[in-house]
DNA sequence: AACCTCCGCAACCGCCAGAAA
DNA sequence: GTTTCTGGCGGTTGCGGAGGT
C-alpha cells in the first residue's frame, strides 16, 4: 500500500460523512476494513472513536441529567473507572462523555458532598445494598450494551436495505471482504466521494446520520426532546443531507 | 476592548484481551 | 500452542470557547 501519513487530529465534514455512509454499509465491528473501504487516510481506531464518540446515531447530546448524575455518581461508587461499563447503565451516553464529565463535574461534586455530609453517608452508601437506583432505573440494560440495545445492527435492518441486511447477516471470509472492498470502492465510495465534492444534496439511500448536525455541536436538536432519539421502531437515520445548511467546519 | 484563565470536549496513546491465522 | 492482528478500554493531552479581570 502506499505509504501515505495517516491522517490524524479533527475530522472534517467529509470525512465525518463518509465514515457515517461506510459504516452504514458494512457495520461497526471491522473498524481496519472500514477505514481502508472508506478511503479515509485514518487508522480503524481513530474510526471507531469517531463512531462511537461522535457520529454514532444512538447518541445522546447535551447536558446530563439530575438523574444521570446520580447515576454516575453512583456507579462510579460501585465500579470506580469502568467508564464503559457505566456507560452502558445510560443509554446515549459514551464512556468517553462520561468520562469528561466525571472529572470536570462529578469529582468537585463529590468532593464538595464529601464535606457537608459525612464521609459513610456519603458515597460509601452507594455501594452497599441499599442502592435500588441502578436496578430500578435501568432494569432491561443489564445484559445488553447500549449498542446491543439501540445499536447499529437493529437499526439496520430497519432500513429496509436488503443488501445491506444481508452483509450484516454473512459472516464474511476475507476473500469476500476484498472483494467488498474493490466493489464498494468502485461503485458506492465513489460516488460518496463524487456527491460530496459537488455539493448537491445528496440523497443516499444508506445514509446514517444528519451529518450536518453534527457540526452545529448537537448530534441531535435537543429542542424537540430527547424524545427524537432512541426509537427503537422508527427510523434513525433520516435520509438526507442537506449541504446548503452545513455549517463550515473549523 | 484586550488579555488571561478555566473549562469542556474531541481525539490520541498505550496497554490489554480475545480472535484469527 | 504460538504469534499476530484487531478492537476495546482507560488515561491523558491539546484546542477552542466562555467567562472573568
Known sequence: MATEEIRKGPWTEQEDYLLA????????????????????????????????????????????????????????????????????????????????????????????????????????????????????????REKESFYDAVGFDAEFSLNGNKQAEELVDRVYSMDDIWEDIDKAKESHISQLYNSFNEGSSLYCPMTVSPVRDYCSGSLWKMDDGESKMFLPSTNQFPSYYDLSEAPSYG
Not at 461522535?54 to 473507572?81: D, F, I, Q, S
Not at 469529582?107 to 464538595?112: D, F, H, L, T, V
Open 21 to 140: 455512509n461506510v459504516v452504514n454499509l458494512f457495520g461497526d465491528r471491522r473498524w481496519d476494513f472500514v477505514a481502508k473501504v472508506s478511503g479515509l487516510n485514518r487508522t480503524g481506531k481513530s474510526c471507531r472513536l469517531r463512531w462511537v464518540n461522535y457520529l454514532h446515531p444512538g447518541l445522546k447530546r447535551g447536558k446530563m441529567t439530575a438523574h444521570e448524575e446520580r447515576l454516575v455518581l453512583e456507579l462510579h461508587a460501585k465500579w470506580g473507572n469502568r467508564w464503559s461499563r457505566i456507560a452502558r447503565k445510560l443509554p446515549g451516553r459514551t464512556d468517553n462523555e462520561i468520562k469528561n464529565y466525571w472529572r470536570t463535574h462529578m469529582r468537585k461534586k463529590a468532593q464538595e458532598q464529601k464535606q457537608t455530609i459525612t464521609p459513610s453517608t456519603a458515597l460509601s452508601d452507594s455501594s452497599s445494598s441499599s442502592n435500588p437506583t441502578q436496578e430500578s432505573l435501568s432494569p432491561d
